[in-house]
């Protein structure tokens, strides 16, 4: 799962960034609309963490960004402005939450599991694909009775699959949703190969129902 951090004090970007990777999310950052802006136009996320008061601009600006380009991210406003026009505001605008600063890190967390199942899987809790099933809150999959152990990347990549069923993946979109925007920098895609390979081995041999196939000259498929 990828986010993407809205926010220009630096002192609590840092704290939810670091949060947010405990809990093995892939984080990307933002200190103003501009800089959010070029990067939902070359990215995809799965949550976006925005703050409203920002040094070029209302965070606003980024949703209606967002909405003229059709992107499905989940948005969560993170404010200081506790308004009722700006919390019907943003939510008019596509918003999915909205929480008020100071807040808990535990509260974060909550949020943002709960609107990317709204967003994903209409709320439900397991994701199933024929005998398999995956727990996002406990990183948790699992083939019939019997509990698969994956590496952390391995988890990531079946769940992306997950997530997007009979979708046609090309490699580079797999490497920067698991890795982060920085994968631009790498000078090939060996380390993906590595551990597609483990994960493919692991549903194997667990009797998975699933695979994900290699469609040569595009990318890769569940099925």
């Given at each position: 799962?990828?986010i993407?951090?809205?926010?220009?004090?630096?002192?609590l970007?840092?704290v939810?960034?670091?949060?947010?990777?405990?809990q093995?999310?892939?984080?990307?950052?933002?200190?103003?609309?501009?800089?959010?802006?070029?990067k939902?136009?070359a990215?995809?996320?799965?949550?976006?963490?925005?703050?409203?008061m920002l040094?070029?601009g209302?965070?606003?600006?980024?949703?209606?960004?967002?909405?003229?380009?059709?992107?499905?991210?989940?948005?969560?406003?993170?404010?200081a402005?506790?308004?009722?026009?700006?919390?019907?505001?943003?939510?008019?605008?596509?918003?999915?939450?909205?929480?008020?600063?100071?807040?808990?890190?535990a509260?974060?967390?909550?949020?943002?599991?709960?609107?990317?199942?709204?967003?994903?899987?209409?709320?439900?809790?397991?994701i199933?694909?024929g005998?398999?099933?995956?727990?996002?809150?406990?990183?948790?999959?699992?083939?019939?009775?019997?509990?698969?152990?994956?590496?952390?990347?391995?988890?990531?990549?079946?769940?992306?699959?997950?997530?997007?069923?009979?979708?046609?993946?090309?490699?580079?979109?797999?490497?920067?949703?698991?890795w982060?925007d920085?994968?631009?920098?790498?000078?090939?895609?060996?380390?993906i190969?590595a551990?597609?390979?483990n994960?493919?081995?692991k549903l194997?041999?667990?009797?998975?129902?699933?695979?994900?196939?290699?469609?040569?000259?595009f990318?890769?498929?569940?099925?």
């Amino acid at each position: 799962m990828k986010i993407l951090i809205v926010e220009d004090e630096p002192a609590l970007q840092e704290v939810v960034r670091k949060s947010l990777e405990e809990q093995r999310y892939v984080v990307e950052v933002a200190d103003s609309c501009l800089a959010a802006m070029r990067k939902v136009n070359a990215y995809a996320y799965d949550c976006i963490l925005l703050d409203i008061m920002l040094p070029d601009g209302s965070g606003l600006q980024l949703l209606e960004h967002l909405k003229k380009l059709k992107k499905q991210e989940s948005v969560i406003i993170i404010s200081a402005k506790d308004s009722l026009d700006d919390k019907v505001a943003g939510l008019e605008l596509g918003a999915d939450d909205y929480l008020p600063k100071p807040f808990h890190m535990a509260e974060l967390h909550a949020r943002i599991r709960s609107v990317i199942r709204r967003g994903q899987r209409g709320g439900e809790m397991l994701i199933r694909v024929g005998n398999l099933a995956i727990n996002p809150d406990k990183h948790q999959v699992t083939v019939g009775e019997h509990t698969l152990d994956l590496g952390r990347k391995e988890y990531d990549i079946l769940l992306y699959f997950v997530n997007r069923q009979g979708h046609l993946i090309k490699k580079e979109v797999l490497a920067e949703a698991v890795w982060g925007d920085d994968i631009d920098q790498a000078d090939n895609y060996d380390f993906i190969y590595a551990q597609l390979k483990n994960l493919r081995r692991k549903l194997a041999a667990a009797g998975a129902e699933v695979e994900i196939k290699t469609v040569y000259g595009f990318g890769y498929k569940l099925v």
